[in-house]
């Protein structure tokens, strides 16, 4: 370091991290104003993420300059503070992903690696090196002679916490190597941000899970405002960006139209109905206009699980059927409502019979058959809240303006109970499983929770490795909730989050993942440990 540099006189600590396979740089300071200055001299441009300024620098060479041979081939493109550290990346999405780790309490001193490898090291060293199994063999190339780094990638060591510490004294550095086996039992469980991905523009849709049939995988698909559509992989890169001439209505459906494992994206915008390969290319003959647009979300049945869907638009009163070949179905008799269409019809199940629920503007619900004749009469005009309907117990569950639950039965029996809800009331239910927000209320199984002052989204019920989960999301105070069957929350939640959630196991490995929309035109992956 130069002698006469003033800047950097206050450091106290240097960190050098790999974050999603990012470097970054961590710089400790017991005096920042020198370095905020020339931060502030060189900066481009300035955001906020989180409650945090982002820097974006023009000079991107003084760490190489002042640090060598610490910091080496190192462009330091964005800058934040975090307390008394500042800390450097080359690109956005890794300041972001570190501001989100820290924000949700996720530093490395709480990291089971830390707490495994911290315990063969001294208390104080020149330099401290820790690393899991899976960036260890760069730790080592970046920092030791070839031949350890050799010797190294064919060992197996999953599960090891490796630790490295060299102390200065005098002419002498003793260097001490450890790797030590950790304990799962005491492994903390933690929920951390994997990566966040910036879009073009602001998201538009919730990010949504869908799968990779090559890798058998989940990818997240998202819509930013500008009607631009983005497959991304499981590990934050954007695969392909597709313009659409519209904002995609509901739910993106995954289909097999060819029998052969490949899956495609259906789905309607609002003047369209399409079918996107993997490649988001379109599938031709789905590319279908509709003259005056206003189409409701796409239907998909699958009344079978053959394969030989139905796919289902409506537009007002207008109901179109076409089948895997895009041919209108000739035998399915309702293609009229006597009312507007308030939402995509649903595909429903009671007993070993098909059900077709559709909701109309009048307050009709239409419980027809797979050719499209009446199945189940509902006598009753119902003032239908914006949730959708569901099977429960074995009955047509739904809920009215009022929050008034009503269940219908096979035979068009009406049951009605008066919970009392807010008109902008959120519901869900599955067969077993019902779940309903009120203002800050939330309810699952009959049992209630209360929860911060806020503005809530939809419940939403997910089952996954034989257990169920319900989330809900304070986009006020941008807090995602989950909790557990029984109202119990799940440890270390809230997490930050600005949008209804999509749940799954990304990787296959029996371990959650969680996406959301961010802030700054993004989402982010969450993974729970």
Known sequence: MPKNDSIFNTVEEIGIVRVNGKKAVFIKTYGSEGLLDFLALHQKSTSNYQGNSVRELGNTNFLNANFDPLVQNFVANYSTVLENVFVFTENKETVQTI??????????????????????????????????????????????????????????????????????????????????????????????????????????????????????????????????????????????????KGPVQGKIHQVDLYKNGRLQLAFTTNSEFLILDRNGKEVKPFTISYEGGNLNPLAVFDYEGKKDYRFVITQGEKVFMYDRNAKIVKGFKYTRADSPILDAPKHLVVGNKDYL???????????????????????????????????????????????????????????????????????????????????????????????????????????????????????????????????????????????????????????????????????VLYTIN
Not at 229 to 239: E, V
Not at 427 to 432: E, G, I, K, L, V
Not at 433 to 449: Q, R
């Open 99 to 244: 501001i989100s780790n820290y924000k949700n309490g996720n530093t490395f001193g709480k990291n089971p690696v830390y707490g495994f490898a911290s315990k063969n090291v001294g208390s104080s060293a020149s330099i401290l090196w820790i690393s899991n199994a899976n960036h260890v063999e760069q730790l080592v190339k970046d920092n030791f002679i070839e031949d350890i780094h050799v010797n190294l990638k064919d060992s197996k060591f999953n599960g090891y916490a490796f630790a490295g510490q060299m102390v200065a004294n005098g002419d002498f550095f003793h260097i001490n190597l450890s790797a030590q086996k950790m304990s799962t039992e005491k492994a903390l469980k933690i929920i951390k941000p994997l990566f966040t991905v910036s879009l073009d523009a602001e998201p538009a849709t919730n990010p949504q899970f869908i799968t990779n049939h090559n890798t058998k995988k989940k990818e997240i698909i998202v819509q930013d405002v500008t009607n631009n559509l983005y497959l991304i992989s499981n590990n934050g890169k954007i695969l392909w960006k597709k313009q659409l």
């Open 357 to 523: 629920a559709f909701k109309l503007e009048n307050g009709s619900l239409r419980l027809l058959n797979r050719v499209g004749d009446v199945r189940t009469k509902v006598s009753e005009k119902i003032d239908f809240s914006e949730n959708e309907v569901y099977i429960h117990k074995n009955k047509f569950t739904l809920t009215d303006k009022e929050g008034t639950l009503y269940q219908i039965d096979s035979q068009g029996k009406i049951t009605k109970t008066a919970f009392n809800l807010n008109q902008d009331h959120g519901f869900d239910a599955t067969s077993n499983t019902l779940a309903h927000m009120n203002d800050n209320t939330l309810s699952i199984k009959g049992k209630t929770i209360e929860l911060d002052l806020g503005v809530y989204t939809n419940p939403k019920i997910f089952y996954l490795n034989d257990k169920i989960y319900v989330s809900v999301t304070d986009i006020q105070n941008q807090q995602v909730y989950l909790f557990d069957s029984q109202a119990k929350p799940i440890p270390n939640f809230p997490i930050f989050g600005t949008s209804i959630i999509d749940l799954d196991d990304v990787d296959n490995d029996q371990k959650l993942e969680l996406t959301v929309k961010n802030q700054d035109n993004s989402i």
